[in-house]
């Protein structure tokens, strides 16, 4: 949990990103001194049929996840559909992003797809990127 002397700015459900299950969360996200929306506390929402409030370990430490990922100072990329990027030899494609016609699901408000391949093997991630935890 992070540390950041934060008030809650809003409670947001969501869904969980770790796996396929889709368990419901409920986020609370507060703004930082410099402005940046941050995600400080993640629970199960009571009301989702599919984990009825409860979260295994991965979904409950959420907000302690997205601050690791906030401290190492790494550039977030906007990528844009279509995009192609080269790291350590692995070729990754933007195959899908932002559906407009998802956005009015708030459930589903940005999806992405990857392809990722080292030129024998490819493997697709799909996520949902929420504006709730403050990802692009």
Request: charged share 20%; aromatic share 2%.
């Amino acid at each position: 949990m992070t540390t950041d002397p934060m008030t809650t700015d809003a409670v947001v459900k969501s869904a969980c990103s770790y796996c396929g299950v889709g368990c419901g969360m409920v986020l609370q996200v507060a703004t930082d001194a410099d402005g940046r929306r941050r995600v400080t506390k993640a629970s199960g929402d009571k009301t989702h049929p599919t984990n009825f409030g409860r979260l295994c370990t991965k979904g409950s430490t959420t907000a302690d996840m997205l601050a690791a990922v906030r401290k190492t100072g790494l550039t977030i990329i906007d990528a844009p559909l279509g995009g192609e990027y080269s790291i350590d030899g692995l070729r990754i494609e933007v195959l899908g992003v932002r559906n407009p016609e998802i956005t009015v699901n708030a459930m589903n408000n940005s999806s992405m797809v990857l392809r990722v391949s080292d030129g024998t093997k490819s493997v697709l991630f799909l996520g949902d990127l929420g504006v709730e935890q403050n990802l692009k």
